[in-house]
């Protein structure tokens, strides 16, 4: 990588909320993101970030599809509304990205089999694998791979930041690095049943929709972001 110095993000990335269950302590946990923002070149940009947009990044299993259940059609497996979900992201200025715990190859395969690269009414800006995680040790997890955002950040090309970034993932120690900035979604199982009443991305596109004019994200808690949409309608309504 050329043209900076690669500096990790401080602001949201290790804050003391973020690191302060870490047993290794923040410098260990800042050291190994230095050296992989250093070392790891970024795994596949697909198109260009747009200039002001916000940034949603996006887990594959049991987030955008059931990787457990077996299907002859990856349709049966995909989330109802993915396509209607990322359609609305994009359309509400948020540039996508997928980053999966797996590999380059798997992530390209399932998103190409879902329909999600060759889509016109959206685009993914990249795909980030396992090579990009980092591992910390917690108390309550012990020690693990999670998917650190300043790696993110810190790429020559990319302009976001802990301000209007948001991660969607069904397991939160994969944002333990950033815990202001993801959303803990419902893990999406069993597809055979569970499509006729799955609803998730549905109202989350509605969630973006409604966060997108913000300039900072960081007075929200993304933890109660069906209570904001009920307190956004029953204001409507009161209107």
């Known amino acids: 990588m050329h043209g900076r110095t690669h500096h990790v993000h401080v602001d949201g990335l290790v804050a ?59 349709s049966e497996i995909m989330r109802p509304f993915l396509h209607e979900f990322l359609s609305r992201a994009y359309a509400a200025n948020f540039d996508i990205f997928i980053w999966s715990a797996t590999s380059l190859k798997w992530i390209e395969l399932k998103m190409t089999e879902l329909g999600v690269l060759t889509h016109n009414d959206y685009k993914i800006v990249g795909l980030i694998d396992s090579s990009a995680m980092i591992t910390v040790e917690t108390a309550k997890y012990g020690v693990f791979n999670c998917k650190p955002l300043g790696y993110l950040f810190a790429q020559d090309w990319c302009e976001y930041d802990s301000k209007t970034t948001l991660m969607f993932d069904d397991l939160s120690r994969n944002f333990i690095m950033n815990p202001q900035l993801g959303l803990k979604i419902r893990p999406f199982r069993n597809a055979h049943t569970s499509r006729a009443t799955d609803r998730e991305l549905l109202r989350l596109s509605e969630y973006l929709e409604e966060i997108a004019s913000l300039d900072d994200f960081s007075e929200l808690n993304h933890n109660r972001w069906e209570s904001f949409l009920a307190k956004k309608k029953q204001k409507r309504n009161d209107q």
């Open 16 to 74: 003391a909320r973020a690191v302060s269950d870490l047993r290794d302590g923040r410098p260990g946990s800042r050291g190994r993101l230095e050296r992989r923002v250093r070392d790891c070149k970024f795994p596949k940009k697909l198109s260009d970030p747009r200039p002001g947009a916000k940034c949603l990044v996006l887990d594959i299993d049991y987030t955008l599809f059931d990787h457990r259940t077996t299907a002859e059609n990856p």
